[in-house]
């Protein structure tokens, strides 16, 4: 069942929420488009330099340029909407919210992909979700803010749903171009309404958010690329605890007991989920 494509989704997921902590302190003390520009660009180079290594030339070749753009630009939509609302937002809460994603991707895989969704599936998908409700906290004031998060989760969904729609291009040719067109949209937004000032007084804090946010990017690819969304999408939720985890360790952020009762909810109906996914196919298959 846990195949390495699986593994990968689970260190990508648990290394978006260190890189979203991460961003969340360097917020404290410069400017938005400042860390959204270089990041991204950042990440665009990591993904080409590895592109390059391990597959020369022909990695960068392409066979449909539209998808790439798009895919890019629903890459900067959720990066911008993501930063917002780890500014204004509970770390824990935020990827809460940022966890509809995996309902998203499953509602999109069986639309669009036509998976073989089970009814289970759904059943064990829909209990996490009464879990993303426990961990709701109310005390917490985000405002609108709340919507930049859920905006976050359609725009990873999409970029899901276009990985297993057009697979021919390589996982590491889908992270380079999502991130180098997304790279240039930020230097546009940089140049024209940011402050020209680049996070720089804090090195080693700034490329290791930067190198664990490529990293992570490219696991989360590679593993839609390789396997079902049904299969994948429900580790999504592992991030929730990682979040909480990582906002108590370096924003002493409060954990309380609904939001450890919905981690261990939520947790055992993604694996619930991720298995009752592969019985499903196992199933059609010898059908």
């Not at 664990?212 to 929730?240: K, N």
Request: hydrophobic share 55%.
């Amino acid at each position: 069942m846990f195949n390495h494509f699986v593994l990968c989704a689970i260190c990508g997921f648990i290394g978006l929420s260190l890189s979203a902590a991460g961003i969340k302190q360097l917020l404290l003390t410069h400017d938005f488009w400042s860390i959204i520009f270089p990041l991204l660009l950042n990440s665009a180079m990591m993904m080409g330099i590895a592109l390059y290594l391990l597959q020369g030339k022909q990695g960068f070749i392409i066979s449909k340029w539209m998808i790439h753009i798009f895919r890019g630009m629903l890459g900067f939509t959720g990066i911008v909407c993501g930063i917002y609302g780890l500014k204004y937002l509970n770390l824990g809460l935020f990827q809460t919210l940022v966890n509809l994603y995996p309902v998203i991707t499953l509602i999109l895989a069986a639309l669009i992909l036509k998976e073989a969704i089970g009814w289970k599936v759904w059943l064990a998908v829909g209990l996490s979700m009464g879990g993303i409700v426990i961990a709701f906290d109310p005390k917490l004031d985000g405002g609108i803010m709340f919507l930049f998060p859920l905006a976050v989760a359609f725009a990873l969904a999409g970029q899901s749903i276009i990985v297993r729609y057009h697979p021919k291009d390589s996982s590491l040719t889908w992270a380079f171009y999502t991130e180098i067109i997304a790279a240039i949209l930020a230097l546009v937004a940089f140049l024209t309404v940011g402050n020209g000032e680049l996070p720089l007084d804090q090195p080693f804090l700034f490329y290791g958010v930067a190198l664990v946010d490529g990293f992570s990017v490219f696991l989360i690819t590679h593993a839609f690329h390789g396997e079902r969304a049904g299969r994948i999408a429900p580790l999504a939720y592992l991030s929730i605890v990682s979040g909480a985890f990582f906002g108590f360790i370096f924003f002493h952020e409060t954990l309380h007991w609904e939001m450890l009762f919905a981690a261990l909810l939520i947790i055992s109906c993604g694996i619930y989920a991720l298995r009752e996914a592969e019985r499903c196919v196992s199933l059609k298959a010898h059908g």
